[in-house]
């Protein structure tokens, strides 16, 4: 880019006074890179030359202020290197609207130049200006107006598109032809093109993208979208031809509707273009599109082009109304019209938010939805309107889980038992327990102090406090007789509290029924048998026991009293009422039941009867008849009576409801009912009920009433209980509470939205930060902001003056705690030598930062005591020379070791000495030590096969001379160095592979990776074995008879081969080693089981000197060839009866104190040890044998006697006892004495963790453990193992500090799922299943004895569970044991708690209740096959390229992790597989499904308490072609009737849609030729005419005659005769065009008085009808066909001749600063009499702003450097600022319009 003019960097130039031109040289830092050539320069504000010179000068002096500190940024950590100072703030945009530019410098720090820019942009105020703001380029053309062209003024017009300068200003003088370039650059923002976004910056046009960034590429698609791809909008494209006639003067082209983008229409002939418009709003217009040019149509830019026969519109868009282009007949020749445009898509789908969540808390589920949206109306509509569209696709729903936080715990209870008494008042209780529920919704009974915040519900409550059913005895009837004994009885009904008659009453309590009872009067009826009964009402009774009816108890028939005759002469008829009673034979108030109720035949209820002659005829007498007359008469005056008629409808349809017997009074003989005045009230029967509808009800869901908003504004939500619930019993108050699934109809809602409306604004605090300090006073700050609650449940951000209550805190004061007095060390000294070994010290400060953020220095014994080693250590520097006297110099010395050791056993750890070789298996943990005299240890270094070694992840080079490497691997064989001064020793490592062979070294050991690529191509090639031929003894291999050096590590590979393969290892050996636990001997992983079985499987590793090794090699050397193979078997196993000789005679041999002891074997411990430290000391005297002696276990011996003092500076003790460390303890040495057979190795462990020796803790060579200058640090439980073949002992002794409390514990995590007991120390983690026993060890100590309490959850047990030595033991542990077991241990001298966790498994296991995972499934997708996994498999058929859901059923605790699987393999590993793993894993997805994915799928799930697979196959069917039978012909006669045969697409023989078999083979098919022969004779017919008349009823026609087709296919008229006899001829003439004619009628326009809408401009309207041709008015719909002429148009008003009128602005508030603000007057004033009207007459235009910022410029000024002045004479018009500053706002005229 090429540099600016130079005059340009360092000057100004400018008109100061009239004709006079100054150049004013300003001196200061231009900011602008030279080397690219653009400075971003601050353009002036176009100001009149007035008050030029005083606002410019001002300005001038103001713009070289020191800049600001704290407007910078601060620099990056990658920035902090570089020469320049962090970019400052951006500066204000150069525009308001329409884009601007910004910028940001930086400065150089560097003393030379920087490379790279000081100065960068980016764009500003990307929003659309007014339409009255204009153009910005004809502003600063117009900003020229007021200053003189060579002595004239001009009107001058902007020039745009110039591509050779864009950005320079280029003006035209209006009315000439007169271009003057007015600046070289143009202000920042100006648009370099008319049609483009991209600005001119600092004069220089940079390209500016849809997303209006700098040096953006982005454009917009068609539809107008940034980066669009074009699917938001259609193409629309056709021709119309115009076919107008005489009366129709137009037509319509096309409708172009709001929103369309690109308009192109090109009309060719004589006819003319003329536009309808139709606002959103409804406001309507017209354009005729008269004359070429560019105009405004409806707000939206149109281009119009015309010439002889051709017119071209174009508009660019977006249209802001509705178009409709119609065409105007001018000349009776066609017209074409081509049109295309995009139309905007305006009804889109989109997608909601999600709905509530399914669940408050413990895991629910949220789905979202889509809905058609009407882009015009920006409302939601109909989803067919997005269904018209094919480019819509509807957004699938989206499924979220939500509230994933924990339930809290809440009151869970049981149902009911049942009542303790079915009446008279019972108790009936229910289980109420503490529960959580989790993400799965199981629950998990927890503590009930989790629960102590919600009522606890109650567990008692009383049931059944009704009466329980009672007898009542009513009155007792008359007695049967009238004289001497007879009977009586009485109604006994069981009666409930309700007073129903039921049963339950006792039948041992029920009182008697019938009774004796004796008339005083005596009989006197000699002719009688029976005494003479009382003719009363029980009359009828009596009769009818004659007659034969009992009562008895059971039901039975009973009939009443026959009626009178019903003639009064001659033969009639009587008739009685018969009904089904029980209990009663003579009461009124016998209980009637349902005839079928009776057993037995029914007695008659009718029968005939003789009331006399009926002629005058005297009858014959009979003196028995008197009494039936009687009776007659009597029954005659009981006609009417109370009977019952049924019962009523049962009051509930189930649960238990009542019917009550419906009473009647009722005619006896027409069984008709009667006015029930007519029966005696007296007799009426009592009310009875009965129970009804005792089956339970059918489930259904309660609904309780809505909560409280939980907001009070946005939007908030309301939730009810729904539940599933049953009516058992409505008597009992029986009401049980099912499962939700119980429910057949949908549940109701839980959760609806409520309060949608906005909040007002309000402080929002976000959270407090973490504190600036832990302690010692401290500040912590939040972000409060000024937000409104938006109703959709979003945040809108507003200013802070929008909040009118006080701003809550953002900062405050935190930690206001003293902290810990801690020590303040300083730099360590100088060596104290200037050559050789010497010290370094430091000086040590206790200080104290006290709450108010000070230090203070205290005294030193408030700090923890500081280790010696804190303030001096050793420095070593060059040896020192002693010229004049040689020195006895003592070279360093390493102790090395000569053995070889073959490690058979898998262990865990080995230790070893330098010096020797060491055949190891895999992943064993190596230390290698490095024992030197006369030299210092941390000065000792380490190499690998001649590499020097260093710490790493795998390998730890740790001081003091000790190398570990974590879990060997080929990589890590080869020879391992060790180096002190001049003294250097090797030791070799072999690996031993899984078929008792030698593993090979990698071809480069210097790192695994180098080695990696190698192992990846061929790993047998890698970890070949040894090959043993014949001659692999030879006194030199062929490498060395070549010269080459052979491998210094392989000089024993040949012996151990042998020896590994040696399988004559003495029983006995074996034997001891069955003994071990079983669970040492399978301690190794899966992917070891195969190097497992292929060794010895020996109890001890394998150590033998190097020189026995030696020997056999030397022996070996001296046979013949062909006998040396043969010598190396009997040797190897000679050598092998040595090794196991050697251990034998070590097992026997007894402890001696005096012994100094290096065992041959070193034992693996049954339990985790220390170190194998003992497996290399051996005694020489052990191998010359001893004394027989028995096998045994080892013992430690425990000594009584406490710990002896041997000085006020060593404590020496035995195991078993407690050391209390003082001040001045400077030695503690623990013993530990160990008998058993074969002899223990004694290791050492710290709180469960081997004891790292050094020079401050030492291993004595009687295995005693001696700690020097002992610290608080080496406070704890020391633990002394034994360890042989027969088992192991094991002893603690705790070090306690002043006599304090300690606990002997342990941090592993145990995990038990087949053990039925475990044990562990505390401190321990444990997860086990249930049943287990537990027992958690507590040992403690302390002096005096510490006391040892137990807790559970914080809560107190008590002693039952306590064992020995304070352990506790839970027997049977269940999920109520779980929980937090805490162990406090109390002396005098304090207390320590210690805690353990009790964790209760449940292995995964498949849920009884599926309907969970089956609704998760359903909500998953709903409209997707599903199946779900089971242990024994399951299967689903599917199409093919369907998708499928695989349900993993799973519970258990913790929760299972799950794998899916298919054919073997993880999912997640097969290519071409489309899946989706959803809810937490139980769901997988598998789309597309094809050939090659079906198969079974299986899905593992695993917790640490077990596994569990499940499977599911998955069968995909296939699709087909098959030709079926052959159609039905085409046709029934003729010559073009065809079979064709049918092709199906089958899929398992059953059709389906033929697209599914679009990529198959389809089978050859051809027609076959069928019917062809002559056809009958029929009628055909022409179309119909054009109708006579277009409305108004017209007629039109049609030929018809009689056709003949012929098999030839020639079709022949014949006679009409021939069609009759077979049809009837069709019609051939038809009414048209019935409906009515009509128009469209208007009236004349009204007056000119609507509102306005322009300057002079208002609205008028007319009426528009619909009316018949004869003027007879109809509806407006009659003649919707017909284009409605418009109803409004504008019109010209004086009363809108109006504009707004402002005044001068205020003088400013302020002179600088940011206050500063003015006023002015605005309002609406009549064009004609400048009178104010009423501002609404101004609506139609934007009302001018009436106040303004002003003066806004920074207060403080500094001085320029320097500042000289020449003046030129009048030669230039340009203006140009050099240096960026502050524009001055104030001018004479505010020229500026709205918008920069």
């Given at each position: 880019m090429a540099p600016l003019a130079a005059p340009w960097h360092s000057a100004l130039l400018v008109r100061i006074f009239g004709s006079t031109w100054c150049l004013l040289f300003v001196a200061g830092q231009v900011f602008g890179d030279q080397n690219d050539g653009l400075v971003f320069l601050r353009e002036f504000p176009l100001v009149r030359r007035e008050d030029f010179y005083e606002d410019f000068l001002s300005d001038l002096m103001n713009s070289d202020k020191t800049e600001d500190p704290s407007s910078r940024t601060t620099r990056s950590e990658e920035d902090r290197d570089s020469p320049w100072d962090a970019w400052g703030s951006w500066s204000e945009c150069s525009r308001t609207c329409g884009g601007g530019a910004s910028y940001s410098l930086r400065r150089c720090l560097g003393s030379k130049s920087c490379e790279g820019r000081n100065i960068r942009y980016r764009t500003c105020s990307n929003v659309d200006c007014p339409p009255e703001a204009g153009d910005f380029r004809a502003q600063q053309c117009s900003a020229h107006n007021d200053v003189k062209h060579h002595g004239q003024f001009y009107e001058w017009l902007p020039v745009s598109n110039?591509?050779?300068?864009?950005?320079?200003?280029?003006?035209?003088?209006?009315?000439?032809?007169?271009?003057?370039?007015?600046?070289?650059?143009?202000?920042?923002?100006?648009?370099?093109?008319?049609?483009?976004?991209?600005?001119?910056?600092?004069?220089?046009?940079?390209?500016?993208?849809?997303?209006?960034?700098?040096?953006?590429?982005?454009?917009?698609?068609?539809?107008?979208?940034?980066?669009?791809?074009?699917?938001?909008?259609?193409?629309?494209?056709?021709?119309?031809?115009?076919?107008?006639?005489?009366?129709?003067?137009?037509?319509?082209?096309?409708?172009?509707?709001?929103?369309?983008?690109?308009?192109?229409?090109?009309?060719?002939?004589?006819?003319?273009?003329?536009?309808?418009?139709?606002?959103?709003?409804?406001?309507?217009?017209?354009?005729?599109?008269?004359?070429?040019?560019?105009?405004?149509?409806?707000?939206?830019?149109?281009?119009?082009?015309?010439?002889?026969?051709?017119?071209?519109?174009?508009?660019?868009?977006?249209?802001?109304?509705?178009?409709?282009?119609?065409?105007?007949?001018?000349?009776?020749?066609?017209?074409?019209?081509?049109?295309?445009?995009?139309?905007?898509?305006?009804?889109?789908?989109?997608?909601?938010?999600?709905?509530?969540?399914?669940?408050?808390?413990?895991?629910?589920?949220?789905?979202?939805?889509?809905?058609?949206?009407?882009?015009?109306?920006?409302?939601?509509?109909?989803?067919?309107?997005?269904?018209?569209?094919?480019?819509?696709?509807?957004?699938?729903?989206?499924?979220?889980?939500?509230?994933?936080?924990?339930?809290?715990?809440?009151?869970?209870?049981?149902?009911?038992?049942?009542?303790?008494?079915?009446?008279?008042?019972?108790?009936?209780?229910?289980?109420?327990?503490?529960?959580?529920?989790?993400?799965?919704?199981?629950?998990?009974?927890?503590?009930?102090?989790?629960?102590?915040?919600?009522?606890?519900?109650?567990?008692?409550?009383?049931?059944?406090?009704?009466?329980?059913?009672?007898?009542?005895?009513?009155?007792?009837?008359?007695?049967?007789?009238?004289?001497?004994?007879?009977?009586?009885?009485?109604?006994?009904?069981?009666?409930?509290?309700?007073?129903?008659?039921?049963?339950?009453?006792?039948?041992?309590?029920?009182?008697?029924?019938?009774?004796?009872?004796?008339?005083?009067?005596?009989?006197?009826?000699?002719?009688?048998?029976?005494?003479?009964?009382?003719?009363?009402?029980?009359?009828?009774?009596?009769?009818?026991?004659?007659?034969?009816?009992?009562?008895?108890?059971?039901?039975?028939?009973?009939?009443?009293?026959?009626?009178?005759?019903?003639?009064?002469?001659?033969?009639?008829?009587?008739?009685?009422?018969?009904?089904?009673?029980?209990?009663?034979?003579?009461?009124?108030?016998?209980?009637?039941?349902?005839?079928?109720?009776?057993?037995?035949?029914?007695?008659?209820?009718?029968?005939?009867?003789?009331?006399?002659?009926?002629?005058?005829?005297?009858?014959?007498?009979?003196?028995?008849?008197?009494?039936?007359?009687?009776?007659?008469?009597?029954?005659?005056?009981?006609?009417?009576?109370?009977?019952?008629?049924?019962?009523?409808?049962?009051?509930?349809?189930?649960?238990?409801?009542?019917?009550?017997?419906?009473?009647?009074?009722?005619?006896?003989?027409?069984?008709?009912?009667?006015?029930?005045?007519?029966?005696?009230?007296?007799?009426?029967?009592?009310?009875?009920?009965?129970?009804?509808?005792?089956?339970?009800?059918?489930?259904?869901?309660?609904?309780?009433?809505?909560?409280?908003?939980?907001?009070?504004?946005?939007?908030?939500?309301?939730?009810?209980?729904?539940?599933?619930?049953?009516?058992?019993?409505?008597?009992?108050?029986?009401?049980?509470?099912?499962?939700?699934?119980?429910?057949?109809?949908?549940?109701?809602?839980?959760?609806?939205?409520?309060?949608r409306f906005n909040c007002p604004p309000a402080w929002y605090p976000a959270q407090w930060q973490p504190c600036s300090r832990t302690c010692g006073g401290g500040v912590q700050k939040r972000e409060v902001l000024c937000k409104q609650l938006m109703a959709d449940g979003s945040f809108l951000e507003l200013p802070e003056t929008f909040c009118s209550t006080s701003k809550l805190a953002s900062q405050q004061a935190c930690k206001k705690d003293d902290c810990p007095s801690e020590w303040l060390l300083s730099d360590w000294s100088e060596c104290s030598t200037s050559c050789g070994e010497g010290t370094q010290t430091r000086s040590a400060i206790c200080r104290k930062v006290l709450k108010t953020g000070v230090s203070a220095i205290v005294n030193s014994s408030l700090c923890p005591p500081l280790p010696f080693s804190s303030s001096i250590r050793p420095c070593m520097l060059a040896?020192?020379?002693?010229?004049?006297?040689?020195?006895?110099?003592?070279?360093?010395?390493?102790?090395?070791?000569?053995?070889?050791?073959?490690?058979?056993?898998?262990?865990?750890?080995?230790?070893?000495?330098?010096?020797?070789?060491?055949?190891?298996?895999?992943?064993?943990?190596?230390?290698?030590?490095?024992?030197?005299?006369?030299?210092?240890?941390?000065?000792?270094?380490?190499?690998?096969?001649?590499?020097?070694l260093i710490s790493s992840a795998h390998v730890t080079v740790a001081p003091f001379g000790f190398l570990k490497i974590h879990r060997l691997k080929p990589s890590d064989a080869g020879i391992y160095t060790c180096s002190a001064g001049p003294a250097r020793e090797q030791f070799v490592i072999k690996l031993i592979g899984g078929n008792q062979k030698l593993v090979a070294r990698p071809v480069s050991l210097r790192s695994e990776e180098e080695a990696l690529p190698v192992r990846k191509a061929n790993p047998k090639e890698v970890l070949q074995t040894h090959k043993h031929q014949n001659g692999i003894f030879s006194n030199g291999s062929k490498a060395e008879k070549r010269g080459l050096a052979a491998d210094p590590g392989s000089h024993y590979d040949d012996l151990v081969s042998r020896l590994l393969e040696q399988g004559g290892w003495p029983g006995e050996l074996l034997a001891s080693w069955e003994v071990q636990d079983s669970t040492e001997r399978n301690t190794s992983s899966e992917e070891d089981q195969n190097a497992e079985q292929a060794l010895m499987h020996l109890p001890f590793t394998i150590v033998t000197e190097q020189r026995r090794l030696d020997d056999i090699l030397r022996n070996l050397s001296?046979?013949?060839?062909?006998?040396?193979?043969?010598?190396?078997?009997?040797?190897?196993?000679?050598?092998?009866?040595?090794?196991?000789?050697?251990?034998?005679?070590?097992?026997?041999?007894?402890?001696?104190?005096?012994?100094?002891?290096?065992?041959?074997?070193?034992?693996?411990?049954?339990?985790?040890?220390?170190?194998?430290?003992?497996?290399?000391?051996?005694?020489?005297?052990?191998?010359?044998?001893?004394?027989?002696?028995?096998?045994?276990?080892?013992?430690?011996?425990?000594?009584?006697?406490?710990?002896?003092?041997?000085?006020?500076?060593?404590?020496?003790?035995?195991?078993?006892?407690?050391?209390?460390?003082?001040?001045?303890?400077?030695?503690?040495?623990?013993?530990?004495?160990?008998?058993?057979?074969?002899?223990?190795?004694?290791?050492?462990?710290?709180n469960g963790e081997e004891v790292q020796f050094s020079d401050r803790i030492l291993l004595q060579p009687d295995d005693s453990l001696q700690i020097l200058a002992p610290v608080e640090a080496d406070v704890g439980f020391y633990t002394c193992n034994a360890t042989n073949a027969l088992g192991y002992d094991s002893v603690s002794i705790a070090v306690t500090l002043a006599g304090k409390p300690l606990v002997k514990t342990s941090r592993m995590t145990v995990i038990n799922t087949k053990e039925p007991a475990i044990t562990v120390d505390i401190g321990s983690t444990i997860k086990t299943v249930q049943g287990v026993n537990v027992t958690i060890n507590c040992q403690v100590a302390g002096v005096p004895e510490a006391e040892v309490t137990w807790f559970k959850n914080k809560s107190k047990l008590g002693s039952s569970h306590h064992l020995h030595e304070g352990s506790l033991l839970l027997p049977d542990v269940s999920s109520s044991d779980q929980g937090l077991y805490s162990c406090r241990a109390a002396n005098v001298h304090g207390e320590l708690t210690e805690n353990t966790q009790l964790l209760i498994l449940d292995p995964p296991q498949v849920p009884t209740q599926l309907e969970d995972i089956r609704a998760l499934l359903s909500a998953t997708g709903p409209n997707l096959p599903s199946v779900l996994m089971s242990p024994l498999g399951t299967q689903l058929v599917l199409d093919p390229g369907k998708s499928a859901l695989l349900g993993c059923p799973i519970k258990g605790h913790p929760t299972p992790n799950i794998t899916w699987f298919h054919g073997g393999r993880s999912v997640a590993a097969i290519t071409g597989l489309t899946h989706h793993i959803l809810a937490a894993g139980q769901i997988l997805q598998v789309a597309n499904l094809n050939g090659e994915s079906q198969g079974e799928f299986s899905c593992l799930a695993q917790n640490e308490a077990g596994v569990l697979v499940q499977k599911a196959s998955l069968v995909v069917q296939d699709y087909w072609w098959s030709v079926d039978r052959l159609a039905t012909c085409s046709a029934s006669c003729g010559n073009r009737g065809i079979q064709q045969p049918r092709l199906r697409c089958l899929l398992n023989s059953t059709e389906v849609n033929p697209s599914h078999c679009a990529g198959k083979v389809r089978p050859a098919v051809h027609p076959v030729p069928c019917n062809r022969r002559d056809c009958p004779s029929r009628w055909m017919v022409t179309s119909w005419s054009a109708c006579t008349r277009s409305c108004g009823g017209g007629i039109q026609t049609r030929r018809v005659t009689c056709q003949k087709l012929k098999a030839s296919g020639i079709s022949t008229p014949v006679s009409n005769d021939m069609c009759t006899q077979l049809a009837k001829r069709p019609v051939d003439t038809q009414a048209c065009n019935q409906q009515l004619c009509v128009e469209w009628a208007f009236s004349s326009w009204g007056q000119c008085n609507g509102p306005c809408i322009g300057p002079r401009l208002a609205v008028q309207h007319r009426q528009v009808f619909c009316q018949t041709l004869d003027g007879v008015a109809l509806p407006s719909e009659q003649c919707s066909a017909l284009p409605r002429p418009v109803s409004t148009q504008n019109c010209w008003s004086e009363a809108c001749s109006v504009h707004w009128r402002v005044s001068l602005w205020t003088l400013c508030t302020a002179t600088c600063g940011n206050y500063g603000f003015q006023s002015r007057r605005v309002e609406c004033v009549h064009a004609r009499t400048n009178k104010a009207v009423p501002e609404h007459l101004c609506s139609w235009g934007p009302r001018p702003a009436n106040w303004q910022r002003c003066n806004i410029t920074p207060c403080e000024n500094s001085m320029f450097q320097s500042q000289r002045a020449f003046c030129k004479s009048p030669a230039g018009r340009r203006v140009q600022r050099a240096v960026p500053g502050p524009q001055p706002e104030h001018r004479a005229l505010d020229l500026a319009p709205q918008g920069l």
């Open positions: 110039d591509h050779d300068n864009p950005c320079s200003l280029k003006c035209q003088a209006k009315g000439t032809a007169l271009i003057v370039e007015l600046a070289p650059k143009v202000l920042d923002g100006t648009r370099c093109y008319t049609e483009s976004l991209d600005m001119c910056i600092s004069g220089i046009c940079q390209m500016v993208g849809c997303d209006h960034q700098l040096g953006s590429n982005a454009k917009e698609d068609n539809c107008g979208v940034c980066s669009g791809d074009g699917s938001t909008c259609r193409l629309v494209r056709g021709q119309y031809k115009s076919q107008l006639s005489a009366p129709k003067l137009d037509d319509t082209v096309v409708a172009i509707p709001y929103g369309s983008r690109h308009v192109l229409l090109i009309l060719r002939g004589p006819d003319h273009l003329y536009l309808e418009t139709k606002t959103l709003q409804g406001t309507k217009g017209e354009n005729s599109l008269s004359s070429t040019g560019a105009f405004l149509v409806g707000n939206s830019s149109a281009d119009f082009q015309k010439s002889l026969d051709k017119e071209t519109l174009k508009m660019a868009g977006p249209l802001t109304a509705d178009f409709i282009v119609k065409i105007r007949n001018s000349e009776p020749i066609n017209s074409t019209v081509q049109f295309i445009f995009y139309q905007p898509i305006i009804h889109r789908w989109r997608e909601t938010d999600f709905f509530p969540c399914s669940a408050t808390c413990g895991g629910g589920y949220q789905l979202t939805s889509a809905e058609c949206y009407d882009l015009r109306s920006n409302r939601v509509v109909a989803d067919q309107y997005c269904n018209y569209y094919p480019e819509n696709i509807k957004p699938k729903p989206k499924l979220q889980e939500c509230n994933l936080d924990p339930c809290p715990a809440r009151w869970e209870a049981t149902p009911w038992t049942a009542c303790s008494s079915s009446c008279g008042g019972g108790i009936q209780s229910r289980t109420v327990s503490c529960v959580e529920e989790d993400i799965q919704g199981h629950m998990t009974s927890v503590e009930e102090w989790k629960c102590m915040y919600r009522p606890k519900t109650p567990i008692v409550q009383p049931c059944n406090i009704f009466d329980c059913p009672k007898w009542l005895a009513q009155e007792w009837s008359p007695c049967t007789v009238t004289c001497g004994q007879g009977l009586r009885y009485r109604v006994v009904l069981c009666i409930d509290h309700r007073g129903m008659h039921t049963g339950g009453c006792s039948p041992k309590t029920k009182p008697h029924i019938k009774e004796e009872c004796i008339i005083p009067t005596p009989c006197y009826k000699p002719k009688e048998k029976l005494p003479v009964e009382a003719r009363g009402p029980w009359y009828k009774q009596a009769q009818e026991l004659e007659e034969g009816a009992a009562v008895s108890e059971e039901p039975s028939f009973i009939p009443e009293a026959w009626s009178a005759c019903t003639v009064t002469c001659g033969v009639g008829t009587q008739v009685r009422i018969v009904k089904c009673q029980v209990l009663l034979s003579f009461s009124q108030s016998v209980a009637d039941l349902p005839v079928d109720e009776c057993e037995g035949p029914k007695p008659a209820s009718q029968r005939a009867c003789y009331a006399g002659p009926c002629n005058g005829e005297v009858p014959e007498f009979h003196p028995g008849e008197t009494d039936d007359l009687l009776g007659g008469l009597q029954d005659f005056d009981e006609l009417y009576d109370w009977e019952y008629e049924g019962f009523t409808k049962c009051s509930e349809s189930c649960g238990g409801g009542v019917q009550e017997a419906v009473v009647s009074c009722l005619n006896k003989q027409t069984r008709e009912p009667a006015d029930e005045n007519l029966c005696v009230t007296s007799r009426r029967p009592p009310k009875l009920l009965k129970a009804c509808s005792l089956d339970p009800c059918p489930s259904r869901w309660e609904i309780g009433k809505w909560s409280p908003c939980s907001l009070t504004c946005g939007v908030g939500l309301q939730t009810r209980d729904v539940f599933c619930s049953q009516v058992r019993s409505r008597e009992m108050n029986e009401t049980v509470i099912l499962a939700d699934d119980l429910c057949r109809q949908h549940k109701p809602s839980t959760v609806q939205a409520c309060n040896a020192c020379a002693r010229p004049g006297r040689p020195s006895t110099k003592h070279n360093p010395h390493i102790t090395a070791a000569r053995k070889i050791y073959i490690q058979t056993p898998r262990q865990r750890k080995l230790h070893f000495v330098v010096g020797g070789f060491a055949y190891l298996l895999p992943k064993t943990a190596v230390v290698l030590r490095c024992p030197t005299r006369r030299y210092r240890k941390p000065l000792i270094t380490w190499e690998k096969d001649g590499q020097h001296q046979q013949p060839e062909e006998l040396r193979d043969v010598y190396s078997k009997h040797l190897v196993a000679q050598l092998a009866q040595e090794i196991f000789r050697s251990h034998v005679e070590h097992q026997d041999t007894l402890l001696k104190p005096s012994e100094q002891r290096i065992p041959p074997v070193a034992i693996p411990p049954r339990k985790p040890v220390s170190s194998f430290t003992s497996l290399l000391r051996t005694s020489a005297g052990e191998a010359g044998g001893g004394s027989r002696r028995p096998h045994r276990k080892p013992t430690i011996l425990r000594k009584i006697s406490a710990a002896q003092q041997l000085s006020a500076s060593e404590v020496v003790t035995h195991l078993g006892q407690t050391v209390a460390l003082a001040s001045g303890t400077l030695s503690v040495l623990l013993h530990c004495e160990a008998v058993g057979n074969p002899r223990p190795t004694i290791s050492w462990a710290r």
